[in-house]
């Protein structure tokens, strides 16, 4: 009796402490994503089906925050399947979130039904973007859509695409709109140098 007692006492400290749906969504979204086809074009498009829930909402519509937890779990099912995951480990290298930008157009409401359609765009030397919209299976109309900068920490995106490819990879051309991101990640990085006068100290 004592030791269920404690196991549910270690649960509730864990819960509370640990954000545990979490991690397990991660677990489930990544055997899901192994056991399926892999993608060999890097830059193809995943879609990954789901169902706004009573987890998901705020006033009866998805909450904002919520769009970027899903987007992170459609990002891991993509890198494991076109084999991102795989050549980051392989390098010793490591994938981090450096930028984010969404733009809302229509809520999803409770109970809608809408697919996440994630891909890679384009690379620099030190980092992918990513589009991820959010298409509602009702009407085809993309709710939101988010631009990813998934910098790549000890390697680089060239060195990931030639370990895929076993070959020299260029890369795609910057949609306008996604350059003008790029555009302002980059002067507002130099700006925030120059106020914390990093640039003054590396001269």
Request: with cysteine; glycine share 4%; net charge positive.
């Amino acid at each position: 009796m004592w030791w269920l007692l404690w196991v549910l006492a270690a649960l509730l400290v864990l819960f509370c402490c640990v954000d545990v749906w979490y991690f397990l969504r991660v677990a489930v979204v990544i055997l899901q994503a192994w056991f399926q086809p892999p993608v060999w074009d890097v830059t193809a498009e995943q879609v990954l089906t789901a169902r706004v829930t009573p987890h998901d909402i705020d006033m009866c519509h998805m909450n904002n925050a919520r769009y970027l937890r899903e987007c992170d779990f459609a990002r891991f099912s993509l890198y494991v399947r076109n084999g991102v995951f795989k050549a980051v480990r392989a390098l010793g290298g490591a994938l981090v979130v450096g930028a984010t930008t969404i733009r809302y157009r229509r809520a999803l409401c409770i109970g809608e039904s809408y697919e996440l359609r994630s891909r890679i765009v384009s690379w620099d030397d030190k980092a992918f973007f990513l589009e991820q919209r959010f298409v509602s299976a009702k009407d085809g109309l993309v709710c939101a859509v988010m631009y990813c900068k998934q910098s790549v920490i000890r390697s680089s995106p060239d060195k990931i695409m030639q370990y895929l490819c076993k070959r020299k990879v260029e890369q795609p051309e910057f949609p306008e709109d996604l350059q003008h991101w790029v555009n302002f990640i980059s002067a507002s990085s130099q700006a925030l140098r120059a106020e914390s006068g990093l640039e003054e100290k590396n001269k």
